[in-house]
């Protein structure tokens, strides 16, 4: 079992930053493909959103339409870890985000994080 742990959310102002980190503890990320979903406050019993993924080789990066411009996802190799970078928040980025995991397409050997509770107010 591969255990993800994020961490770097919290409450911040509209047009402010922040930046998630998706570890794991004892474990190389370099064979996974990891992603960033969210869900937003009121939507508990609709899927998760997609919000970026970065592939195990550097392969390939996406993001949904929404964050395009404004998130940057990236891999520190050296330290094992997989960063999102966010910018220009706005009220609508509001949700608890979760890393994820997978080995190919469609995803296998898939793996969840606990998440982290991304607060954008004034």
């Known amino acids: 079992q591969l255990q993800l742990v994020e961490s770097g959310g919290g409450l911040v102002q509209p047009g402010g930053s922040l930046r998630l980190s998706c570890v794991a503890p004892?474990?190389?990320?370099?064979?996974?493909?990891i992603g960033w979903f969210r869900r937003a406050p009121g939507k508990e019993r609709e899927g998760g959103e997609g919000v970026s993924c970065i592939g195990s080789d550097d392969d390939y990066t996406f993001y949904t339409d929404s964050v395009k411009g404004r998130f940057t996802i990236s891999r520190d190799r050296a330290r094992n870890i997989v960063t999102l970078q966010m910018n220009s928040l706005t009220s609508e980025d509001t949700a608890v985000y979760y890393c994820?995991?997978?080995?190919?397409?469609?995803?296998?050997?898939?793996?969840w994080g606990q998440g982290t509770q991304v607060t954008v107010s004034s």
């Open positions: 004892g474990r190389n990320l370099d064979d996974f493909d």
């Open positions: 994820e995991a997978h080995q190919g397409w469609p995803p296998q050997n898939q793996h």
